[in-house]
Nanobody, 122 residues
Framework: VQLQASGGGLVQPGNSLRLSCAASGRTFVGYVVGWFRQAPGKECEFVAAINWSGTSTYYADSVKGRFTVSRDNAKNTAYLQMNSLKAEDTAVYYC????????????????WGQGTQVTVSS
């Protein structure tokens, strides 16, 4: 499965963006989709994850209440709705897959695609 994240851009603090993670090559049904981000000079960090059916989600404390992860298996696409964006949300955002739900470590995910840059600045 190949993944491609898109939807990033430059936004002002307090605004919103919706990122998409499109899968190609084969279906991503049955996989956990994780969202991660990496800011310059910092390690890759977990942002959010959603199980294969979309019934369970998990968020990093830093984004809880502001970000919402979802998926449309019919479209082979997952989404990350980001509201009330802050300067500290600036990073390259990636999506990745995992077979089992319950780990949030980047090393436990595979099929990483190219990321999309999100810049929050006034």
């Amino acid at each position: 499965v190949q993944l491609q994240a898109s939807g990033g851009g430059l936004v002002q603090p307090g605004n919103s963006l919706r990122l998409s993670c499109a899968a190609s090559g084969r279906t991503f049904v049955g996989y956990v989709v994780g969202w991660f981000r990496q800011a310059p000079g910092k390690e890759c960090e977990f942002v959010a994850a959603i199980n294969w059916s979309g019934t369970s989600t998990y968020y990093a404390d830093s984004v809880k209440g502001r970000f919402t992860v979802s998926r449309d298996n019919a479209k082979n696409t997952a989404y990350l709705q980001m509201n009330s964006l802050k300067a500290e949300d600036t990073a390259v955002y990636y999506c990745a897959l995992r077979a089992e739900y319950g780990s949030w470590r980047p090393v436990d995910f595979g099929s990483w695609g190219q990321g999309t840059q999100v810049t929050v600045s006034s």
